[in-house]
């Protein structure tokens, strides 16, 4: 059970009622994004709450999802990358199945959600993984993987790497704060922090 009232459609105001809509036709193909409660699930009915700040953060979200030059393998990397060093459980179950759909081996996934460094196959997605790692552990990035990342991704790329890490913390601390709950047939990832 979440910690943030449920709120459902007919109780919003019209700024309020434009996001929902706005979210349930450009993100509603992922998973139904509508709870039993007739509410919307993970951090979008925190969305609804603040409806200025809401419009702003689902602008921002589908624009690092959608509309960066960073390709979208590389992208759910980071976006797991940081929902596991949170333990974000909504996160991580909406988009590690995102992630290996485009591409990202399970091996992956499995290493992420049990806390240690995959075994990548595949170089770009090695430092991607290094720089999103390297910024939530240790503040800084050491300067051979921003050589590599620079190489990878341009300077354009690695703002909006930044970018893209920094939204789905913010994500991962709505969700984790408010206890946001997963459907009720989804498995934790973390089941001894429940």
Do not use: K
Not at 48 to 53: E, F, G, Q, T
């Amino acid at each position: 059970m979440t910690r943030l009232t449920p709120l459902t459609r007919d109780q919003l105001d019209e700024t309020g009622a434009a996001i929902w809509d706005g979210l349930v036709e450009s993100r509603g193909g992922a998973f139904g994004l509508t709870g039993p409660d007739g509410a919307l699930v993970g951090p979008f009915n925190a969305f609804v709450h603040a409806p200025d700040l809401g419009r702003r953060l689902s602008s921002l979200g589908a624009h690092l999802r959608f509309g960066t030059s960073i390709d979208r393998r590389l992208t759910e990397v980071a976006i797991c990358t940081v929902g596991a060093h949170w333990h974000a459980e909504f996160e991580f179950w909406a988009h590690a199945p995102m992630a290996t759909e485009h591409g990202v081996a399970e091996h992956v996934i499995d290493a992420l959600r049990a806390g240690t460094r995959p075994d990548f196959e595949r170089d770009d997605e090695r430092i991607v993984y290094d720089i999103v790692s390297q910024s939530l552990t240790n503040h800084r990035v050491d300067e051979a993987t921003y050589v590599e990342g620079r190489e990878l991704l341009g300077e354009q790329g690695l703002v909006e790497l930044v970018s893209i890490s920094g939204y789905y913390c913010l994500i991962s601390l709505l969700l984790n704060l408010f206890d946001v709950a997963l459907p009720d047939d989804a498995e934790r990832a973390w089941p001894d922090l429940a």
